[in-house]
Structures are given as structure tokens and as C-alpha cells.
């Protein structure tokens, strides 16, 4: 293989268990969406993701586990998030109220808190990057 070395990385939550869930659930077919807080992209100074982009999902040592590729991406209240897209990030969640909860702990969690070097604003009215994709590529 070794193509996906190019490609940009993507880090699901952080190293360690949740990581490892979310990988394993990208490779099993149930994760076919994920959730990115706009606010972490602008303090990265990275661009928001568009469809047709490919990424490298790395696992917790930071080696390639799969390649996805975007199929649609849109920045959106988190109050607007469905119980199907709920459903697609493949955590359980029965629906959008659980995932609006998971999510609001998540953001508003120490690991996000340091990045951002402050507490977020987390609401129904906080846009997050809400991306769906397909596997293109398995590591051999």
C-alpha cells in the first residue's frame, strides 16, 4: 500500500479506548459519519473538508487503519443533526437527543478545553462540521 501516507490524517476523538472504538467501527460499516466542532477547525486555521476528499483514519499508535473518502459535509446548528446521521456515527446512539448530550460532553471535555485554550460555547446554535463518508481503501 503505502498510498494513504499522503494522504491527509484523521484522528477520531483522542488516542485510547474512544479512538480505537471509533476505528473499529469504521471498519466494521457501522460509523459511516462523524462530527467535527467548526470552532476547533478555525483555531487550527484548517479549511473545513469538502466531498470527494480522501483521509487516512489513523489509530491510536498513529498508523493507518482505513481510508474514507467524503461524501458530503456540511456545517450546520448542532440542534439540526437527525436521528439517521445520529445513527450513522455508529456509537449506539438511539438518537439525536443522545448524540446531542454525547456530543456536548465531548466538546465541552478537558481534551478540547486545552486545544482551544478555553471552555467552548456548546448549544443547540454551536455549528459543527457534520461529515458522512465510505470506506475506499482497507490497510493490506
Not at 484522528?11 to 470552532?39: H, I, M, Q, W
Not at 477547525?41 to 466531498?51: F, S
Not at 486545552?114 to 493490506?140: M, Q, S, Y
Amino acid at each position: 500500500m503505502g498510498h494513504d501516507e499522503d494522504l491527509p490524517a484523521l484522528e477520531l476523538a483522542f488516542p485510547g479506548p474512544e479512538r480505537d472504538r471509533g476505528v473499529a467501527a469504521v471498519l466494521s460499516g457501522r460509523k459511516t459519519a462523524l462530527t467535527g466542532l467548526l470552532e476547533i477547525y478555525e483555531h487550527a486555521g484548517e479549511a473545513v473538508p469538502r466531498a470527494g476528499q480522501r483521509f487516512s483514519v489513523r489509530d491510536s499508535e498513529g498508523r493507518p487503519a482505513v481510508t474514507i473518502q467524503l461524501v458530503d459535509v456540511r456545517v450546520v446548528p448542532m440542534a439540526e443533526i437527525d436521528d439517521d446521521f445520529a445513527r450513522a456515527e455508529g456509537r449506539g446512539y438511539a438518537d439525536a437527543a443522545q448524540w446531542q448530550k454525547a456530543h456536548e460532553e465531548f466538546f465541552r471535555g478537558e481534551g478540547v478545553r486545552e486545544f482551544l485554550g478555553r471552555a467552548p460555547v456548546i448549544d443547540g446554535a454551536t455549528l459543527v462540521v457534520a461529515e458522512r463518508f465510505r470506506v475506499v481503501d482497507e490497510p493490506a
